[in-house]
């Protein structure tokens, strides 16, 4: 029969690349946690004019990438491409706002993009993303910068660059745009198709266009940072000043203009060189826009989304994946063993040890072969006479010493066990 496989653009994550996973949400939970971002879980799909509405009917993501389709009752559902406006919808509809001061989110998931799969870009990706709704201190954005850096920092990732910019209010935008639209339009026909396109509906995306005769016209156009207006230079300029003192490198990028409308003010991304083409780990910004967009009050808010497959393709690149620590590795053979076997696994378990049971049922000989390359520390051998006894044999897998001990000294003074389990593992 056909083997049926995952679709194009999605993929399974099994061990050991599970592992990186899961040291990134623990670095992530950890970071987030202590900043006082709280988790916020929407669900996968949404109304399509959810993301028509608060993404924009132009951008790339709307017009070519969203999974679409009409559920059974009629309805206009999308796969979420992106996890901004099913938090901030959640923010609206569940009056978190109503709560007073900011609330500072954060979220993980699958995300959908129909995109032409290559590495670093997939069809199902994850992200994690912060908000911080209900702040237009520049600090806010300092903030959710910083802790972006920490999280690749305390991943021990190197090579990365912040790129910065801002995109001013939207006066500050309609006169760029107009500076912008008159130098471009002499070049039209030498700019990409998309771009062509673009020069109406979305100039300011044409900066950020990946095609490189179109780079070339786009470097020398106006800078937006020479249409801000006294205050968007104001904030924009404690951005900065607060990101150096805090010792955060960045480089102005005034093509920056990232792929959302709603964003406003800073924008950034945080690219690494160790990528090739898929090179922006993290992009965010500012977005005092869509929370009135999506019909909540008027709400300033600054916020960021990491691509963790970006994130996993690098932290392989540093070292092999990190295994779990096993304490014991339980072997057994003959009827009433293989049954002691079991009781005295999960008792371990219960006492907080990590224990693999071997249910090959094979010659002890293959058993301990296995024991030798699980990992673990010490073996616990339970053969006829410990069954028959209430014993089991410990050896130490590193030195080979062995002893006979009654199962309940080693279960009632487990505590010390383990002790001599964690000295044992850092002599290893
Ligand atoms: P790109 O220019 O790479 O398409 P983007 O501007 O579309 O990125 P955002 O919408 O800002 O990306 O999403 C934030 C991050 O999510 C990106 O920087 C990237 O790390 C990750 N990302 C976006 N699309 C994909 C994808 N199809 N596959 C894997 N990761 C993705
Ligand atoms: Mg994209």
Not at 38 to 67: C, H, W
Not at 249 to 276: K, M, W
Request: aromatic content about 8%; proline content about 3%; glycine content about 8%.
């Amino acid at each position: 029969m056909a083997i049926i496989q995952a679709l194009r653009g999605t993929k399974d994550i099994c061990a050991p690349e599970i592992a990186y996973w899961q040291r990134i949400e623990a670095v992530v939970r950890d970071c987030l946690g202590r900043a006082t971002f709280q988790e916020i879980r929407t669900p996968i799909f949404e109304q399509t004019n959810l993301f028509e509405r608060g993404i924009g009917e132009a951008t790339d993501v709307v017009s070519k990438e969203m999974y679409t389709f009409t559920d059974r009752g009629d309805r206009q559902i999308t796969l979420r491409p992106e996890g901004t406006a099913g938090a901030v919808r959640a923010y609206i509809e569940n009056k978190l706002f109503a709560q007073g001061g900011v609330q500072r989110l954060w979220y993980t998931g699958p995300m959908f993009r129909y995109e032409r799969p290559q590495a670093g870009r997939q069809r199902q990706f994850h992200q994690v993303g912060v908000e911080v709704l209900g702040s237009a201190d520049a600090r806010a954005d300092v903030e959710v910068i910083a802790i972006a850096t920490e999280i690749l920092q305390k991943l021990g990732l190197k090579n990365l660059s912040l790129q910065l910019n801002s995109v001013g209010n939207g006066e500050d935008r309609q006169k760029y745009r107009a500076a912008l639209v008159e130098y471009l339009t002499p070049f039209k026909a030498d700019l990409d198709q998309d771009s062509q396109d673009r020069l109406e509906r979305n100039p300011l995306r044409i900066l950020d266009s990946k095609d490189k005769k179109t780079q070339a016209i786009a470097k020398e156009a106006p800078s937006i940072l020479d249409y801000l207006s006294d205050g968007s230079k104001k904030h924009f300029d404690q951005v900065q000043t607060s990101l150096t003192a805090l010792g955060v490198e960045y480089h102005l990028n005034p093509c920056l203009v990232r792929g959302l409308d709603y964003y406003t003010h800073t924008a950034f991304e945080i690219q690494s060189s160790d990528l090739g083409a898929q090179a922006t780990v993290c992009g965010g910004g500012r977005y005092d826009g869509l929370v009135a967009e999506l019909g909540g009050p008027d709400t300033p808010a600054v916020g960021w989304a990491i691509g963790l497959e970006r994130l996993v393709i690098l932290l392989q690149q540093l070292a092999a994946a990190p295994v779990n620590e096993l304490d014991f590795y339980v072997v057994s053979r003959g009827e009433k063993a293989e049954a002691a076997s079991v009781i005295l696994a999960h008792k371990l378990r219960f006492a907080g040890c990590s224990v693999e049971l071997d249910l090959s049922g094979s010659a002890f000989g293959k058993q301990f072969k296995r024991a030798d390359r699980s990992g673990a520390i010490a073996c616990l051998v339970i053969g006829d006479n410990e069954a028959e006894n209430n014993q089991v044999q410990l050896k130490w897998l590193q030195t080979k010493d062995q002893q006979i001990l009654a199962q309940s000294e080693l279960l009632g003074n487990i505590d010390q066990w383990r002790q001599k389990i964690n000295q044992a593992r850092n002599q290893a």
